[in-house]
Structures are given as C-alpha cells and as structure tokens.
C-alpha cells in the first residue's frame, strides 16, 4: 500500500465513522474539493476537504465527537 493510501485509512479511522461509511464519506469529501481518486491524495487535500469531512461527519456523529476526530485528523496531517 502507498503512503498516500494508507493516508486515507488512517482518516477513515481517525473519523470515528464506522468502516461500512467512514470510506465513503471521506472520498465524498474529497471528490468535493476536486480530488479524483484518494489514492493520490496528498496531506493539502485532505486539509482542504477538511469542512467537507466535518459536515459529512455531523450527519452521523455527535457534534463533540466530530470536534475530537476532527483534531486527531489534523494532528495526523501535521505529521
């Protein structure tokens, strides 16, 4: 697996979602922002697609618990 996929399952897992909508919210989110495939996305995308992954998150989670992911996910991309 590339860095760059194995990017975008740590964000599923960092979400909270469960895994049977975590991928498809994420790569919703990014596709928003202009991002074809995950499996290229670079850390900038997933900062960019960062509201998009919060408003999606909020349909399924409470708002508490999409502020905790949503910090794991930035620490994440901060490397």
Do not use: C
């Not at 590339?2 to 399952?9: A, E, I, N, P, V």
């Not at 900038?44 to 910090?71: F, G, N, S, T």
């Amino acid at each position: 697996m590339s860095t760059l996929g194995k990017l975008f399952d740590e964000v599923v897992a960092h979400s909270g979602l469960a895994m049977i909508i975590g991928p498809g919210t994420v790569q919703r989110a990014l596709a928003a922002v202009g991002v074809a495939s995950p499996d290229g996305a670079s850390p900038d995308d997933y900062r960019r697609a960062l509201p998009q992954i919060k408003a999606r998150m909020l349909v399924y989670l409470r708002p508490e618990e999409v502020e905790r992911a949503i910090h794991k996910i930035e620490s994440l991309l901060r490397g």
